[in-house]
């Protein structure tokens, strides 16, 4: 699938690896970090950008012969960051709208327009990406995401081809919560609904999901 290829080409060219783990807030986190972006147009960028927050809609890059280019949001397939002493962790944010309503709310569905997310797990018909405030790589060169006071870290789910993600589960969510949402999106695959209800799979852990789910099996 094209993403899937996308994100390949920068694994070659960089030899990084993807990594997305989530902490609180780290002091010794920096605004600007080492990225390679890769437009929908094909067009590719390297240099140093000011890490997005998710309403980011310009991402600003600074090339090495200090040539300073303006990115729209909707515009960019993906964007990989990692911190220079670490160059074998990258981390690629990804930027869609989303459906969601409020856990535990009878509030209609809504679009949320485009946000930065992190890509979490990807499979050759689903992708899964946790989304908060912002984002940031710490000395340590992991992937920081926070939220703002009284926020929470949304994970969301988008079938490959799609234009909206769609929100599964929270991080201060219950696994129950976690399990109805994938069972209600994922439903054209019965068989994997099946084992998410059997608790056969845990509903978080979405590497096994992404890679287990398949609308057109027979």
């Known amino acids: 699938m094209k993403n899937i290829k996308i994100f390949g080409v920068l694994c070659i060219t960089l030899s990084l690896l993807c990594s997305c783990q989530i902490y609180s807030v780290v002091k010794d986190a920096t605004d600007h970090e080492e990225a390679r972006v890769i437009m929908k147009d094909g067009t590719e960028y390297v240099g140093r950008v000011k890490m997005p927050k998710c309403n980011t809609e310009n991402i600003r890059l600074t090339t090495a012969d200090g040539k300073k280019v303006k990115l729209k949001n909707t515009d960019i397939e993906v964007l990989g960051v990692w911190k220079k002493t670490h160059t074998d962790m990258c981390h690629y944010l990804v930027c869609h709208p989303y459906r969601t309503n409020k856990m ?92 998410l209800e059997n608790k056969e799979i845990e509903p978080d852990d979405l590497e096994k999901i992404a890679d287990l789910y398949n609308p057109v099996r027979e």
């Open 104 to 195: 535990f709310s009878t509030k209609k569905e809504k679009i949320i327009k485009p946000q930065w997310m992190a890509v979490e797990a990807q499979g050759d018909h689903v992708e899964f990406y946790c989304c908060s405030y912002k984002y940031s790589i710490p000395k340590d060169g992991t992937l920081t995401i926070s939220s703002v006071q009284n926020g929470d870290i949304i994970y969301i789910a988008r079938k490959v081809g799609d234009e909206n993600g769609y929100v599964i589960g929270y991080k201060t969510g219950g696994k129950k919560f976690w399990r109805s949402q994938l069972v209600k999106y994922l439903e054209d695959d019965p068989s994997l609904c099946a084992k």
